[in-house]
T-cell receptor
Framework: GQNIDQPTEMTATEGAIVQINCTYQ??????LFWYQQHAGEAPTFLSY??LDGLEEKGRFSSFLSRSKGYSYLLLKELQMKDSASYLC??????????WGAGTKLIIKP | IAGITQAPTSQILAAGRRMTLRCTQD?????MYWYRQDLGLGLRLIHY???????GKGEVPDGYSVSRANTDDFPLTLASAVPSQTSVYFC?????????????FGPGTRLLVL
């Protein structure tokens, strides 16, 4: 079966750095996405990785290792508005997105 | 309008009733998707359409049907609602079904089936 694993919840302090991990086992791999979802709202796109390595976009970076079936999302200089759920999704061999359950990130002052 | 709209925003529905959730996008995207999101579970694909006139089944299609008569609209129908269909439903679209294309989501419809 196909599986995406992420921690259920993480807590971090405003101004700090947090790393959210995602491991996956899917039938094929055609890219990995990270989305942000605030409570009661729709998911919004953060990053896309298809090759191994680090993609940096402002305060957010995403890393991929295809051989390990592993990705992480790194959030720097945390702000209160970063309190949200972060969803990892992998596009499989049928080009469909398989989603993790999401990691709820709580930012404390 | 800009992006994707969904209607209704929320709905309480009696079991056994028929219900159509509406989704419209104005980005001229070829691909559209319907997901349900339940607490503790990831988004699960119900049905998808890679282009107008074609549809396909996702991971959890039973009890749902879709149509794609034109590029902009992708309605989802529950023929006879059951309590297990209580969920938040998101419609999404992407320029194409290609691997690198980002999916953009509508605001969601919160459905309670009693």
């Amino acid at each position: 079966g196909q599986n995406i694993d992420q921690p259920t919840e993480m807590t971090a302090t405003e101004g700090a750095i947090v790393q959210i991990n995602c491991t996956y086992q899917t039938s094929g791999f055609n890219g990995l996405f990270w989305y942000q979802q605030h409570a009661g709202e729709a998911p919004t796109f953060l990053s896309y990785n298809v090759l191994d390595g680090l993609e940096e976009k402002g305060r957010f970076s995403s890393f991929l290792s295809r051989s390990k079936g592993y990705s992480y999302l790194l959030l720097k200089e945390l702000q209160m508005k970063d309190s949200a759920s972060y969803l990892c999704a992998v596009r499989d061999s049928n080009y469909q997105l398989i989603w993790g359950a999401g990691t709820k990130l709580i930012i404390k002052p | 309008i800009a992006g994707i709209t969904q209607a209704p925003t929320s709905q309480i529905l009696a079991a056994g009733r028929r219900m159509t959730l509406r989704c419209t996008q104005d980005m001229r995207h070829n691909a559209m998707y319907w997901y349900r999101q339940d607490l503790g579970l990831g988004l699960r694909l119900i049905h998808y359409s890679n282009t107008a006139g074609t549809t396909g089944k996702g991971e959890v299609p039973d009890g749902y049907s879709v149509s794609r008569a034109n590029t902009d609209d992708f309605p989802l129908t529950l023929a006879s609602a059951v309590p297990s269909q209580t969920s938040v439903y998101f419609c999404a679209s992407s320029a194409s079904a290609d691997s690198a294309e980002t999916q953009y989501f509508g605001p969601g419809t919160r459905l309670l089936v009693l």
